[in-house]
């Protein structure tokens, strides 16, 4: 017999935006017009995400991969910034594998979009940029800044922050493969850069 391990969430208000940035930890876990489920088979490993709406439809969505799957949490947000809810599953940390489902408005129902993984991910509303943020390796510090063009993310901005073996901290910051600025000194990193950084630390 399959032993489901399930993850579920009650009810809850929704929420609004304002103008600030906003991380894994500042999005809601409860959402009013839905329900979202992460389901584990132990003995296989497979996932699968459901979600039910109002208990009148389940939408089944199989071949998802959230690693590691303790500790991850189902957040909702409005990921690509059209008005509608959308379902974001992980912790987010660096090197982790996360489920983003988009609201279909066409289709009336959430599609998996697994372009990528967003990590340590902060949703700028105001902007309609998202930002994401994660190791490369024991030195480096990758940090991007993404916008939606025809349903993919587009890299804006790309910022490196590289530690050398002297404890020397340089910024290098891209924007269209093009170096914008390279420096030792934090405070010439533009505001936006400098606040992501904050957050991340």
Not at 34 to 43: D, H, R, Y
Not at 132 to 142: E, I, P, R
């Given at each position: 017999m399959k032993h489901l391990l399930t993850l579920a969430l009650l009810l809850g208000a929704q929420f609004a935006y304002g103008q600030q940035l906003l991380t894994l930890k500042q999005l809601p876990t409860t959402n009013n017009d839905?329900?979202?489920?992460?389901?584990?088979?132990?003995?296989t490993g497979e996932q699968t995400a459901y979600v039910n709406y109002h208990?009148?439809?389940v939408q089944t969505i199989p071949d998802v991969m959230v690693m590691p799957y303790e500790g991850?949490?189902?957040h909702y947000v409005d990921a690509n910034f059209d008005g509608h809810m959308d379902v974001?599953?992980?912790?987010?940390?660096?090197?982790?594998?996360?489920?983003?489902?988009?609201?279909?408005?066409?289709?009336?129902?959430?599609?998996?979009?697994?372009?990528?993984?967003?990590?340590n991910p902060v949703f700028d509303a105001e902007e309609k940029v998202i930002y994401?943020?994660?190791?490369?390796?024991?030195?480096?510090?990758?940090y991007t800044k993404q916008a939606w063009s025809g349903g993919k993310l587009?890299?804006?901005?790309?910022?490196?922050?590289?530690?050398?073996?002297?404890?020397?901290t340089r910024y290098s910051l891209m924007r269209d493969d093009k170096l914008m600025l390279n420096t030792t000194v934090k405070k010439q990193l533009p505001a936006e850069w400098r606040r992501i950084i904050a957050l991340e630390q």
């Open positions: 839905f329900i979202a489920s992460l389901v584990v088979n132990t003995e208990h009148r439809k991850n949490i189902i974001y599953v992980g912790t987010g940390e660096s090197r982790s594998a996360n489920v983003l489902l988009l609201w279909d408005k066409k289709r009336g129902e959430f599609k998996l979009w697994d372009d990528d993984y967003l990590q994401s943020s994660g190791s490369s390796s024991a030195w480096d510090y990758d587009i890299t804006v901005e790309h910022l490196n922050r590289h530690t050398s073996e002297d404890g020397v």
